[in-house]
């Protein structure tokens, strides 16, 4: 049976099966922990999926949410992160939101070789999605961000990486 962490989980979802871990109490949360306080509560190589739906932009220090995240997964785990692309007024509108995210970000994080992106994708407005924008978007998403993405603007940035560990 696959190990699953849903930080964040908030107090009205939490993935079936998943360990729930969110800052307020709630009846399906599982760890009530502060994810600006390391290290979290978990033993090292524990978990083989991590979802970080809608927090990694609530996060103080999002360098060291993800070494905290790299050390406890699993080698070869996959973390799904959905956060607002830093284009859209989301990103900009919730004054809890303390950093900002689009593709480039992830590419850069897998720099450090904890992470591989398996997988990204570009949200868009159902407008952006008649037109062709997010298939054009998502095809060429470094070219999007550097010369279109402030005319069309993108809702969501998800993308899914894989754990790197010397095993």
Same mark, same amino acid.
């Given at each position: 049976?696959? !190990? ?6 908030? *107090?009205?979802? %939490?993935?079936? &099966?998943?360990? &729930?871990?969110? =800052?307020?109490? !709630?009846? /399906? ?9 390391? *290290? #979290?509560?978990?033993? +090292?190589?524990?978990?083989?999926? =991590? @979802?970080? $739906?809608?927090?990694? +932009? /609530?996060?103080?220090? *999002? ?9 406890? !997964?699993? *080698? ?11 284009? $859209?007024?989301? $990103? #900009? &509108?919730?004054?809890?939101?303390? /950093? ?12 450090? &070789?904890?992470?591989?992106? +398996?997988r990204s994708r570009l949200i868009f407005t159902d407008l952006y999605r008649t037109l062709g924008i997010s298939l054009l978007a998502n ?5 999007? @961000?550097? #010369? ?5 603007? !993108?809702?969501?940035? @998800? ?5 790197? %560990?010397?095993?």
């Amino acid at each position: 049976m696959r !190990a699953i962490l849903d930080l964040g989980c908030g *107090p009205y979802r %939490k993935i079936d &099966g998943a360990v &729930g871990v969110d =800052i307020r109490p !709630a009846p /399906h949360v599982d760890v009530v922990h502060d994810l600006n306080q390391y *290290p #979290y509560p978990f033993d +090292e190589n524990q978990f083989d999926h =991590i @979802e970080m $739906s809608h927090i990694l +932009e /609530h996060v103080y220090h *999002p360098a060291r949410t993800m070494e905290e995240v790299h050390r406890i !997964a699993r *080698p070869g785990a996959t973390v799904r992160v959905v956060t607002p692309h830093y284009t $859209s007024q989301l $990103s #900009y &509108g919730d004054l809890t939101h303390y /950093h900002h995210y689009g593709y480039v970000t992830f590419t850069t994080l897998c720099n450090s &070789g904890q992470f591989r992106l +398996e997988r990204s994708r570009l949200i868009f407005t159902d407008l952006y999605r008649t037109l062709g924008i997010s298939l054009l978007a998502n095809l060429f998403p470094r070219r999007w @961000e550097k #010369y279109v993405a402030f005319l069309f603007p !993108a809702l969501y940035v @998800e993308v899914v990486l894989r754990v790197v %560990k010397d095993q």
